[in-house]
């Protein structure tokens, strides 16, 4: 489904991803992980159009994409969950979901604002409430449910799980595996390497804006270079 | 003489109010001052004041025409002199100083074609007759201001809570990059919002010449830096902030006035606008934070 290839990404002069090679096949959770400023959100970012790479190509259901703006890449059907969540504070729970949906227009948004609310029941709760005021996690859900109303063939999450307690990131790595299984391929950013593993296919690990292992996730996971760096040493047992 | 001046000063007021609204809609999106908006609504003045002069046309059709006016030169500066810096990484300034770029060359531009000297409206532009509303005497011409200032105010207000463009402009406003991310063209309704500012500078010009009766190519300069003023005391960017600190910076000048001390209307009211800042410093409807709650 997405295709990468050589991808290269600068922030003036530094060269924050230097020649990413990345597949995720339909249907797939693919991970990525990597420590901090090994240039994951850079790739994310690259991938729908946030920042223009220099080099490299970037293959989407068969199109060339590299470069495009970001509202015809999710015109395509790929949207981004970015670090950080970006929730529009100002603007009401139900509002936030609306803007998802911004360039839709078939007759199915309601449905799907519904499905949204079945998933998130808090949302539905909290809908005439201003963004800003939601919790972490809550926010997280928001913003999640926020890409999926624009109905993405391919969901990418840059950490979800960032700053949330135990009990709410279990809450949503259930709920990335379960939007996978309803048909959603995904490309999921984290450094909580361990659950990233255990629901993804496959497994990518970026080290200084290179690619520096990659295959099953089960066969990354055993890796003991990966069990020394992400997984707390070789007694981790996932 | 109470109600009286009240309604002088929110006749006053509302045209503060429409000029603030043009910077706080550029500031929303754009996170810039824009420098030519008081230039903008000089030559929205003008566009009114010909096309009643030269081609008689009515009052209402100048301020539509005077509209359209503002919101094509809003759409010029965008494409010309704003749009080419946000494609690279220039310094925050930048943009500011093309805006003032902008406005030198609309001042020298209306001097060169309309002349330097002070210009009114001909007498049968909007009839003299005046009301009497209880304790009140209100003209048309007062009547007309109120009326088109607070009834764009509320079309705007409604159209940008509730309408899909309205909310992709509140949206931007909040974060360009999130707004790119769900899909929004964020160069297209930057553009929008800008003509949309510039335009609502436009009437703004043509209701302001009716009002002092003289349309002149200096007039930006002080209109431009009461809209400013309200800018930063409404909240920089916050769009009931602009309507309210216009009305409160109008009502302020008319009681100045009204009793005794007209030699010092600006200053009384700029010291108000100052005091208030004292007491809150980020304006009457700012958040202390940059994030949400702008429009
Ligand atoms: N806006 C930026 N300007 C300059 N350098 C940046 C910027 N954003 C990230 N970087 C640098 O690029 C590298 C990769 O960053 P990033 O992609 O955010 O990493 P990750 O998401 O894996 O933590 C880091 O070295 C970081 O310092
Ligand atoms: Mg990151």
Redesign the pocket.
Known sequence: MLKISGLTTS??S?K??KGIDLDVPEGSIVSLI??????????MKSLVGLLKPQAGQIKFLGREIQGLAPHKVVNLGMSLVP?GRNILAGMMVLENLEMGAYQRKDKEVKADLEKVFKRFPILEERKQQLGGTLSGGQQQMLAIGRALMARPKLLLL?EPSMGLAPLVVADIFRVIQEINQEGTTILL?EQNVRQALKIAHYAYV?ET?KIVLHGKAEEVARNPRVMEAYLGGAKAKT | MFWQQLVNGLTLGSTYSLVALGYTLIMGVLNIINMAHGEIFMFGAFVGLFLVTYLKVNIFVAMAGAMVAGALLGTLMEIVALRPLRRRAVSELAPLISTIGVSIFLENLALKIFGPQSQAFPSGALSGAEMQLGPVRISLVQIVILGISFGLMFILRFWLSKTRVGKAIRTTAESIETANLLGINTNKIILLTVALASGLGGIAGVLVGLSINAVEPTMGLSMGLKGLAVLIFGGMGNITGAMLGGLILGIAEVFTVAYGASSYRDAVAFGIIILILFIRPQGIFGSSTRQGGRF
Do not use: F, P, R, S
């Open positions: 922030y003036g530094i924050a991803i990597g420590a901090n400023g090994a240039g994951k959100t850079t790739t670090e840059d950013v970026l804006g």
